[in-house]
């Protein structure tokens, strides 16, 4: 039994916040959830580029200078972006805190799969590289990047995976972080060439080599600061 001096009130401490006052705790769900769609978001463009090309190859596109490579030897190529399209956005839920917490098992599963895509999309990436003819405008700077990069993205998820195996999860967080942020530099590298373009036209030579590494740098950069200034929460 209680009397009025023991009922809750709902603006004391004992009964909980105000009535219309923020709800923490939805109020931090949703925030957990604003990173996993920010990069789907950014991995967009690039998906869709991707799907784009898989219906050229799958479809009997007619083929050009530009897609003629892509044609005499396809299977790196679909592997790149199959391997890379599921690593982007499989690979952004990994980033919601909650969804961690809430459901590890899943967290686990999804990194047995994003491993394999994003090593076969870093590899691919390289002998691509290495080995199709170079479309017009691609020069060795850009190609020197390419491999500085899909080289770094491999090495990456390589000491995450190593990491977790040590059950050093800070460790693993970090190096992941950053490999995934490589893995998604082609969404940045868009956004940065979009401008350019409607500026001064479609870039070529140094200037696209320097803006691809831009993507990259950037990303790596935003990873960084999430690494360094929430090396807890991540």
Not at 94 to 107: D, K, S, T, V
Not at 127 to 151: I, K
Request: a positive charge.
């Amino acid at each position: 039994m209680t009397d009025e001096n023991t009922v809750e009130n709902p603006t004391s401490p004992r009964g909980g916040p105000p009535a219309g006052a923020p709800d923490k705790a939805g109020t931090s769900a949703t925030a957990s959830w604003l990173a996993p769609a920010a990069l789907i978001m950014l991995s967009a463009v690039p998906v869709i580029a991707g799907a784009a090309r898989l219906t050229q190859l799958g479809g009997g596109a007619a083929i050009t200078p530009e897609n003629a490579r892509f044609f005499a030897v396809p299977l790196p190529v679909v592997l790149h972006i199959i391997g890379a399209s599921l690593y982007s956005v499989l690979g952004a839920f990994q980033f919601a805190r909650g969804l961690r917490r809430r459901h590890p098992r899943l967290h686990r599963a999804a990194g047995r799969l994003l491993v394999p895509c994003g090593i076969a999309a870093g590899l691919t990436g390289l002998w691509m590289t290495l080995f199709y003819p170079r479309p017009e405008g691609d020069g060795d700077l850009l190609a020197g990047f390419r491999l500085l990069f899909g080289t770094a993205m491999v090495v990456f998820i390589g000491l995450g995976l190593a990491a977790i195996r040590r059950r050093d999860v800070a460790r693993h967080r970090a190096w992941m972080t950053r490999g995934y942020a490589i893995g998604v530099g082609a969404g940045t590298q868009a956004l940065i060439h979009l401008p350019w373009v409607l500026i001064f036209g479609m870039p070529s030579g140094t200037s696209r080599a320097l803006l691809v590494a831009a993507g990259w740098l950037i990303n790596l950069a935003v990873a960084e600061w999430v690494v360094r200034s929430r090396p807890a929460s991540f």
